[in-house]
């Protein structure tokens, strides 16, 4: 068995490892739009080793090159990604001797931390000896339409009670939610319309820059990503697998808030990523975002982020406001540093801006 980096002509075949292990329907440009489509990124940034045995691929351990900003600069990390060996060669070591060598090979690109996301806590604590965050990342779920979110509910693939349980709990989560929208409604100071301008289209990159500059003085030792033109065109205008809808609030011509999401095809809507400086902003923002939610017949709205930043805390609070209610998810993130100088800030959760925008960008 030999194990190293991935050649442009085994693509295919650790695509289709991923297919068979999944029951998915990934592509070869898929594959290139995931490791190499970040313009940021030249062509030998992403890290991506294989395991070959008898002429095949039988393992892969992708690091996706994803630039995060750490300490007000612009740091080059790795996410864990497709770690896979096939049915027949697990054990005897394969899957560590492929992150072995992808993590040398990180550190050999100047990557300086990886991390990811896994429900299998105890193996990247105990044998890849990263440091692992449980319980830290939380969903939010607000029932816009206990019809709708009943019929998605019955649409998935569970036994039948526990569908009928979900959909009976449908019912009395929606009407909570509406509750709760009507108390906010009537006690809180409603907004001037002509304060804000809400707009689909970023004005100038230089305004996401101004407002994350704005939260890291709020919150100095924020960890988020470098959501410079490149990775947004990467990640959110052109992602082949997501069609995302974008809003941005403006108070004059300072960006106050943002959001990305997209709605599925069962009537889910996936808030990816939510950001504000100024709360009425953020209510001005979420309202909008809720009534295109509604007019397109949404059940489900979804928000996934990390409890322990207080400004990703502020995102929840919104949302409670307006009904949602909160559960863990079961997805530990985990951390490795590699060379980053200053752990006690790399190794901190609370300073990470986790969003559902980390993910590796097939569905949220």
Partial sequence: MEIRDIKDSEIEAAVVLHNESYGDSRTPEHWTWEYRGNKANSSDQFVFTVAESDG????????????????????????????????????????????????????????????????????????????????????????????????????????????????????????????????????????????????????????????YDRLRAKCPNLIHLQQDEDYINWRVYHNPNVKYKTAFVYEDDKLQAYCYFTISDRNTA???????????????????????????????????????NRLVATVFDLLKRHGAIKKVDGQAFVLKNISYDDEKRLYDVKNWYLTGLWSEGYMI
């Fill in 56 to 211: 095949h691929i039988v393992g892969t351990q992708g690091m996706i090159p994803i630039f995060v900003n750490i300490d007000g600069a612009k740091r080059l990390t790795g996410k864990s990604e497709n770690s896979l060996v096939d049915s027949g060669h697990k054990g005897g070591g394969v899957f560590f001797k492929l992150y072995n060598r992808a993590m040398a090979r990180c550190q050999q690109k100047n990557i300086q931390c990886v991390w990811g996301f896994t429900g299998l806590s105890s193996l990247w604590r105990r044998k890849l000896e990263f440091e692992v965050y449980e319980g830290v990342m939380a969903e939010s779920i607000l029932v816009l339409n206990p019809r709708q979110a009943a019929a998605e509910i019955n649409s998935k693939k569970r036994s039948m009670p526990v569908r009928l349980m979900l959909v009976l709990l449908a019912w009395p989560f929606g009407l909570y939610g509406w509750f709760r929208r009507l108390a906010t409604n009537l006690f809180s100071v409603r907004i001037a319309r002509d304060k804000f301008v809400l707009e689909n289209k970023l004005r100038s990159m230089d305004h996401m820059r101004e407002l």
């Fill in 270 to 308: 996936y808030l990816s990523d939510l950001a504000f400086d100024n709360p009425d902003a953020a209510k001005t923002l979420l309202d909008y975002v809720l009534s295109i939610c509604r007019k397109q017949g949404v059940g489900v709205v979804s928000f996934l982020g990390n409890t322990r």
